[in-house]
């Protein structure tokens, strides 16, 4: 069977019976049973009140939640929908879901958007009355006392909070770390800054350190207290125990390192003293936010949107009593927060974001001396905003999670036959999508039992049933999905997540613009097993699929990652006759299946397809990896049991730098070029990869965008990768459009051009007549103190700019022309450039964001009319940690 035709199959039996009554759009032919249970369909609206539930007379949202539950319990079998109202549904506390919720098999209960609607569930206030603060520039509001939260949305982004890096304190740098934080004494600046804050403040200030813990990680903790008699400060425990002095353990086949105690933070934040453009601090005690608007903002104008709640959605039942048969369709997800990282725990980053809160051998078992907790690797994982535990028959599609400030949606212990399809996550702190539970690799050990129920369910408490097979995550559908911009807080995010689980299928998603790896199946639960010591740990993976996925501009942020990460055992042995001897054809039937899936854009990748410590029996077939790094398959300290067949990779195999597998088998890979031609590649898996390319059509699309277009030298067509494709997505080469464009998928197109074409000139939107775009490395352009950058996933005009870091920087364009635009970037760390034209006057640019969010890309100077003729243009780098140039418009 098919995955598409499984997860269609399984879609229609779920909703098949309510279509008529709420509108589902289903894929294919559906035959009712003569005997349809009773419809019901309920209203409701952001304003809505009392109990009718009509079209005229809408309840409330928990108004319709008490209504589904008044017909459910009259009549279990009935089919009860919910239409629910466009606006902003804002929940005052989380919006809990149990067995009294449930539909029936066949029967679920439908939550879903009215036709034509965008139904907003938030867990924000909208936060109004603001005032200004003398001659500033900052304003405040007032806000609940006691808020808390480590985000801010403004106009639909995330604001940055108040911060600034050392160096731009006049920090010196002369810190001596011990075992409780700094002495800081030698440092007059910063003995200076930290003696002006109240002893609350300083309690706020939280230091970032990116790698601090491996090139993979991102730690942060919190100043406890400032000495200035002594000249010391204190950080926040255990987070600095955790993130300095690490346990170590017995038998590693991958480190978890401590960070150096005399490192310095890379980022200062959360003082109010810190307050630049664009940036908030919030000030729960005195119940006060502050925000210093962006050039042009005006604080009427906005909609700023503070976080109340952490847990925004919880559908939980016990495994004796399931929550069971419900549908979510067409909502949003929107404006929560997670703040355990502002405790004394902090986030002591161990690898995709799962932590260490506990003490420093936490998770370490008997591996370490003295034993830690176990099992091994039972480490804190982040928040879900949107959690499902103890379900069964669970579907969401067509949703959009955002503005989240956790992982998106979790789903575990002992969810079945959970199927997320069709949906947009984006503007999320943490990962995408978070399956499994890491204190349960093996529920079926008694010992265990405990852990599990106090860290993979909230309802551990009135759990009655034993836990064992029960609890396994079985059956969760993760396709068509499309997973961008995420981890924009914790960097080490993965798009996708996968603990321990059976029969988990990944399939057909689009993953981009992240700053780690795509999807990983597997964290830590390998890192005391190798070819020479296999069984240290042992799970109950088996017959996890990951398929034909889109993954391109991956590892834009964090390094050693990969666009499919892979460790520890992924099958159930399956053994021959003799009972002793496995049998290698039906065990990696139960692996883990990695095959057609597609990855570029990552060119700081180790490994494209990493299997990585202790990974076991995966087959790695018909994959395409290029532009993607130094080696499209490999890892370090695998045990083995790899099949490589069929794949299509610009980069070498089998790469085993730190100890060599116990067995592989590679065969039929075709080597293709870094930058393939559509003849290099077949069309049949280019068709076959990202969202839609099954027989689901996403009802959620992204604006197209292009991120590859291979070599145009003496091509007559070329191959587009990108996002947003569809059948009706036009293509121009300048200001023409193309005919007999060939759409692959969603990700794919080859598009005939003429001689003479550029690849700046093909484009998904006309261009300005007249015009050339030529790319920050074309060979006109002078530079002095710039430097490339490749791959950042930001969607950087032909994916690469030149930075500079100090002031005076200069790139200078000779060009005949009337006028003339300098292509950029807009982000916090930028500041202001100078532009001069045939030698005149500066003119001063601001590269700041009004937003205070990230725009790449952006035109941000345009010259006036200039004579016809030659001209010479100088950007200048003048403030800002960096500034960066995009190339130029003539």
């Known amino acids: 069977m098919s995955p598409q035709g499984s997860i269609t199959r399984r879609l229609l039996r779920r909703v098949a019976p309510i279509a008529a009554a709420i509108g589902l759009i289903l894929t294919a032919p559906v035959v009712q049973s003569a005997a349809a249970a009773p419809s019901v369909t309920l209203y409701a609206s952001p304003s809505g009140a009392g109990s009718a539930c009509s079209s005229s007379a809408p309840c409330s949202l928990s108004g319709a939640q008490e209504a589904v539950r008044t017909h459910l319990a009259a009549d279990p079998s009935a089919d009860v929908g919910v239409l629910l109202a466009d ?25 879903r958007s009215a036709p034509g609607a965008r139904p907003v569930i938030s867990g924000a206030s909208q936060v109004t009355g603001w005032t200004q603060r003398g001659s500033s520039g900052v304003w405040s509001a007032p806000v609940p006392s006691s808020s808390n939260s480590r985000q801010l949305y403004i106009d639909g982004h995330k604001a940055p909070i108040a911060q600034a890096t050392p160096a731009s304190l006049g ?41 601090g813990n491996g090139p993979w990680t991102e730690s942060r903790c919190r100043v406890a207290s400032f000495s200035a008699a002594a000249g010391t400060l204190r950080m926040s425990q255990p987070c600095w125990t955790n993130v300095t ?8 086949s991958g480190g978890l390192p401590s960070m150096s105690p005399h490192t310095m933070p890379a980022r200062i934040e959360n ?39 952490e847990t925004l959605v919880q559908g939980a039942g016990t495994l004796a009593a399931p929550i069971h048969d419900i549908t979510f369709s067409g909502l949003q997800f929107s404006s929560a927060t997670w703040n355990a990282p502002s405790t004394g725990s902090g986030f002591a980053d161990v690898q995709s974001n799962l932590r260490m809160t506990g003490a420093n ?44 400030g956790g992982a998106g949606l979790g789903v575990m212990y002992g969810a079945t ?23 349960d690799p093996l529920p079926t050990n008694p010992s265990d039992a405990a852990g599990i129920k106090q860290n993979c369910t909230p309802n551990g408490a009135n759990e009655t049933a034993a836990i064992g097979t029960n609890e396994i995550l079985t059956g969760t559908t993760a396709a068509d999905n499309v997973i961008h911009h995420i981890g924009t807080d914790y960097s080490s995010a993965s798009g996708i997540t996968l603990l321990f689980s059976q029969h988990t299928t990944i399939t057909r998603n689009n993953l981009y613009d992240l700053p780690y790896t795509g999807i990983t199946a597997g964290v830590i639960q390998g890192h005391v097993n190798q070819a020479s010591t296999p069984q240290n740990t042992t799970n109950i993976n088996s017959s996890n699929t990951i398929s034909n996925n889109i993954l391109h501009d991956y590892l834009s942020v964090r390094s050693d990652g990969g666009a499919v990460y892979v460790e520890g055992h992924q099958a159930q042995y399956v053994y021959q006759a003799d009972g002793t001897t496995i049998d290698p054809v039906r065990t990696l039937a139960k692996g883990l299946q990695v095959t057609g899936n597609i990855a570029y ?25 290029f532009r993607a790094g130094d080696k499209a398959h490999g890892g370090c300290s695998p045990t083995g049991h790899f099949w490589i067949t069929g794949n299509y990779f610009s980069a070498g195999i089998q790469s085993y730098p730190c100890a060599q597998p116990v067995d592989t088998h590679a065969s039929g890979n075709t080597t293709i070029p870094a930058t393939p031609r559509p003849a290099d590649l077949p069309n049949a898996l280019l068709r076959a990869a990202g969202t839609g390319s099954g027989s689901f059509t996403p009802a959620l699309s992204v604006p197209a965008k292009i991120f590859y277009v291979s070599p145009t030298a003496n091509a007559t067509e070329v191959l587009v990768a990108g996002e947003g494709f569809g059948p009706a997505t036009p293509v121009y080469i300048g200001t023409t459009p193309v005919a007999g464009v060939t759409h692959l998928s969603s990700g794919f197109m080859i598009v005939p051009v003429p001689a003479g074409t550029s690849a700046g000139q093909i484009s998904v939107t006309p261009q300005v007549p007249g015009s050339i775009r030529l790319n920050d490395d074309d060979s006109t352009i002078t530079y002095s103190g710039f430097t490339y950058a490749g791959g950042r996933s930001y969607g950087d005009h032909q994916n690469d ?74 950007v200048t780098k003048l403030s800002g940690q960096y500034s960066t140039l995009d190339g130029f418009t003539v």
């Not at 002095?245 to 590693?252: E, F, N, V």
């Not at 949107?386 to 959009?400: I, P, W, Y």
């Not at 854009?601 to 990896?625: R, V």
């Not at 500066?842 to 345009?862: C, E, F, M, W």
Request: proline share 5%.
């Open 87 to 111: 606006g902003v549904y804002r929940l005052s506390r989380t919006w809990s879901l149990g067995p009294a919720d449930s539909g029936t098999p066949g029967h679920p209960v439908v939550w």
């Open 361 to 404: 051998n936490q998770g370490m078992c008997t591996f370490s001396n003295p034993a830690g907790s176990c099992p091994w690797g039972s480490l804190t994982q982040p928040l879900a905003n949107v959690s499902f535990t103890a379900s069964k028959n669970v579907t969401l599609t067509g949703n959009r999670f955002t503005q989240l």
């Open 801 to 874: 700019v030149h930075y500079a870091t100090s002031n005076g920087s200069t790139a200078s364009l000779t060009f005949t022309g009337t006028r003339v635009t300098v292509y950029g970037e807009q982000n916090t760390d930028q500041g202001n450039i100078g532009i001069s034209i045939d030698g005149g006057p500066q003119q001063v640019v601001s590269t700041l964001p009004s937003d205070g969010v990230r725009h790449a890309n952006v035109a941000v100077y345009t010259s006036g009319p200039l004579s016809s003729g030659r001209h010479t243009i100088v």
């Open 417 to 439: 036959n959970t199927l997320i399809q069709g949906n947009e996550f984006t503007d999320i702190a943490s990962t995408a999508i978070l399956l499994g539970c890491t204190y």
């Open 171 to 211: 920090f010196r740098g002369s810190w001596t770390g011990t075992s409780t934080g700094y002495t800081i004494s030698g440092d007059p600046a910063a003995m200076a800054w930290f003696g002006s804050l109240t002893a609350s403040q300083v309690a706020g200030v939280e230091f970032g350190y990116p790698g």
């Open 271 to 309: 003082a109010q003293a810190l307050l630049g453009s664009g940036q908030w601090f919030l000030d729960g005690a005195g119940g006060t936010l502050y925000y210093k608007p962006s050039a042009g903002q005006q604080m009427s104008a906005l909609d700023v949107e503070l976080p109340r709640l």
């Open 601 to 625: 854009n990552g060119p700081t990748t180790n490994f494209t397809y990493y299997n990585d410590a202790g990974s076991e029996w995966i087959n790695w077939q018909g994959n395409i990896a």
């Open 245 to 252: 002095a690490r346990a170590s353990y017995a038998q590693a």
